[in-house]
Nanobody
Framework: QVQVVESGGGLVQAGGSLRLSCAVSGSPFSLNVMGWYRQRPGKQRELVAAILADGKTNYGDSVKGRFTISRGNTNNTVYLQMSSLKPEDTAGYYC?????????????????WGQGTQVTVSS
């Protein structure tokens, strides 16, 4: 059974930084794509960042230049370094992974999802 566990969320002041971690276990296949998605209050789910096993990345427009996604050496972990945080970054952040999808795939096509971790940015 595949498990996806996120950690690192919390409360931070505007302009601060936060690092999210995600670990996936139990997948019978290597994970080609890992990524982060978020859902802000009253808004639809959106891509934050996604990364392939070879290191290629895709970032959502709202976080470009501020967030950095990376993968661990085992390729079953992914991190999101968030800097220059803004109140509008407040959201539930969800880790997702898939053996076959690309970094441009719609989120509905990704098979593995975590329960999410809350990030709250105060003014």
């Amino acid at each position: 059974q595949v498990q996806v566990v996120e950690s690192g969320g919390g409360l931070v002041q505007a302009g601060g930084s936060l690092r999210l971690s995600c670990a996936v276990s139990g997948s019978p296949f290597s994970l080609n794509v890992m990524g982060w998605y978020r859902q802000r209050p009253g808004k639809q789910r959106e891509l934050v960042a996604a990364i392939l096993a070879d290191g290629k990345t895709n970032y959502g427009d709202s976080v470009k230049g501020r967030f950095t996604i990376s993968r661990g050496n085992t390729n079953n972990t992914v991190y999101l370094q968030m800097s220059s945080l803004k109140p509008e970054d407040t959201a539930g952040y969800y880790c997702a992974a898939d053996p076959l999808a690309s970094i441009y795939s719609a989120s509905r096509l990704l098979d593995y999802w975590g329960q999410g971790t809350q990030v709250t940015v105060s003014s």
